[in-house]
T-cell receptor, first 114, second 117 residues
């Protein structure tokens, strides 16, 4: 059983460019979550999906951010017109929706905006 | 609003010492879940434990133990006989409990534990 995987692991981009990250959850996990973690802080919730439906979005998720999970399997998180403040670790997690409350995290994508 | 406070930001101990990581939470929900995660230097968050708000029984797993006290809104984590491999950042987290599974996690700021040989 493979864990949550994320790609790429590291991304360096110039301010103003668009970036897209991918997350593959644990198979059969129908809930998928995105979090953002900056240095010295705990992860902050961004959004989550149950299957292909996006159930909640944080106010942290500005209109430059969009997330999709088109077939209820993998998910993508896109950031348009990146800003230096977007530099962070982007974490993906997954869980089973029925009676399982722990979330299992991937290794993260570290974004650096120069 | 939900909030998790980990007052200690960093602790350094010598191997074999016991160490307790404090966690205090705030929520208006009557039913909720509490968690501890470990983030080693490699960066990946590792799930350690989940506790339901209606179950105040303490739990022990090897060198790890957890003390949940609803009256003081605390969920403390103790590592007995610490080892160098325990060096990591530890996060306490809270989520609502709704039918249908896990909701978003609200994390504390984390506590960096360094265990020296």
């Amino acid at each position: 059983d493979t864990g949550v995987s994320q790609d790429p692991r590291h991304k360096i981009t110039k301010r103003g460019q668009n970036v897209t990250f991918r997350c593959d959850p644990i198979s059969e996990h129908n809930r998928l979550y995105w979090y953002r973690q900056t240095l010295g802080q705990g992860p902050e919730f961004l959004t989550y999906f149950q299957n292909e439906a996006q159930l909640e979005k944080s106010r942290l998720l500005s209109d430059r951010f969009s997330a999709e999970r088109p077939k209820g399997s993998f998910s993508t998180l896109e950031i348009q017109r990146t800003e230096q403040g977007d530099s962070a670790m982007y974490l993906c997690a997954s869980s089973l929706s029925e009676l399982q409350y722990e979330q299992y995290f991937g290794p993260g994508t570290r974004l650096t905006v120069t | 609003a939900q909030k998790v406070t980990q007052a200690q930001t960093e602790i350094s101990v010598v191997e074999k010492e016991d160490v307790t990581l404090d966690c205090v939470y705030e929520t208006r929900d009557t039913t909720y879940y509490l968690f501890w995660y470990k983030q080693p230097p490699s960066g990946e968050l590792v799930f350690l434990i989940r506790r339901n708000s209606f179950d105040e029984q303490n739990e022990i797993s090897g060198r790890y133990s957890w003390n949940f006290q609803k009256s003081t809104s605390s969920f403390n984590f103790t590592i007995t006989a610490s080892q160098v491999v325990d060096s990591a950042v530890y996060f306490c987290a809270l989520s609502e409990a709704r039918r249908g599974g896990s909701e978003k996690l609200v994390f504390g700021k984390g506590m960096k534990l360094t265990v020296n040989p």
